[in-house]
């Protein structure tokens, strides 16, 4: 039952991003819309039984500690210095992270969040990260795109879009099956931003 439910979320949110995006060209689109639906729902059906095993498992684990958490954020990362950072309850209850920000005093800027998917709060989140990186999705506009695939030997959503003469990348993974890791910037491509994915503290995250 767990597992139907899941899926049909996942269909609806799938369904109401389609909705949401300009539509150029109406044949194509609804083809492609298709298509990638049906890629999505069947790969969320093989993979559904781990992707709960995985959220039971995460459920009995004690997040880490602030200190913990904290360890894993690098004190510079592609030649950029760590100008401030947090780390402990995020707005939701049990939800544990760590933030950090690295800059060289310019427009150009890396944000780093690393959210631990342990305990309650914690494993929902990655369980609908895990579901989306599941998907077979690929936005684009003039602005930029955003689309899930295999990025630096790991399954990660990206994306690129400009916002007046400035870049701003993301890039989101899992790491361990636990760790929810983002890094955002601007000024960056996402191939500029690969090596943050080998700087991080991996070795203190459990």
């Not at 899930?148 to 003469?165: C, L, M, P, V």
Request: hydrophobic fraction near 35%; charged fraction near 30%; proline fraction near 2%.
């Amino acid at each position: 039952m767990k597992k139907s439910l899941l899926i049909l979320a996942v269909a609806s949110l799938v369904a109401c991003k389609k909705n949401e995006e300009p539509k150029t060209d109406e044949s194509s689109t609804s083809i492609g819309d298709v298509v990638n639906g049906a890629k999505t729902l069947s790969n969320l059906s093989a993979s559904m039984d781990d992707i709960q095993k995985s959220a039971d498992k995460l459920k009995t684990v004690k997040p880490l500690s602030n200190d913990e958490i904290k360890a894993a954020l690098p004190e510079n990362v592609i030649g950029l210095k760590r100008t401030e950072y947090n780390a402990g309850d995020n707005m939701m209850v049990g939800l544990i992270t760590a933030d950090a920000k690295y800059s060289d005093g310019t427009e150009k800027n890396v944000r780093l969040n690393i959210m631990d998917g342990a305990g309650e709060s914690g494993s929902a989140v990655v369980t609908m990260i895990m579901m989306g990186l599941k998907a077979e999705s690929e936005k684009n506009n003039e602005q930029g795109y955003e689309k899930t695939t295999n990025f630096n030997n790991t399954r990660a959503i990206i994306s690129e879009h400009k916002n007046g003469d400035l870049l701003e990348s993301k890039i989101t993974y899992l790491l361990k099956d636990r760790y929810v890791i983002k890094i955002e910037a601007d000024g960056y491509t996402v191939d500029q931003l690969k090596p943050i994915m080998d700087e991080i503290n991996v070795s203190a995250l459990k």
